[in-house]
């Protein structure tokens, strides 16, 4: 199993589900005990394109019952990305060009 996903939430969280054998939001739910509307969400794309601080506890609950760690999903890893960019920036150890040369621009 790979350690991260690069696809949007909404499909990784269907691979998963497929992969252990989960059938619906409804069992998924059970197993995350967070409500079936809410895995429908996820699973619909209308939650969890951008993760933020409200949805992390969601996410972390998934990725728990698909026994994988929440930097799987590409959303989280983006958020946490953010975080530490938008540190390093307001601390002056990076500038807008260090990241610029990062991302290849």
Known sequence: MDERTSEP?????????RERGIIDAIELSG?????????????SGRRGREINSRSVRTVEKLAVALNVKPEYFL???QMKAQRL???A???????LEDVERLAGE
């Not at 909404?10 to 589900?17: F, K």
């Open 9 to 17: 939430s909404s499909r990784a969280l269907r691979t998963l589900m």
């Open 31 to 43: 197993i995350a005990e967070v409500s079936a509307s809410t895995v429908s969400l996820y699973l």
């Open 75 to 77: 959303e989280v890893r």
């Open 85 to 87: 960019v938008a540190g």
């Open 89 to 95: 920036m307001a601390a002056g150890r990076i500038d």
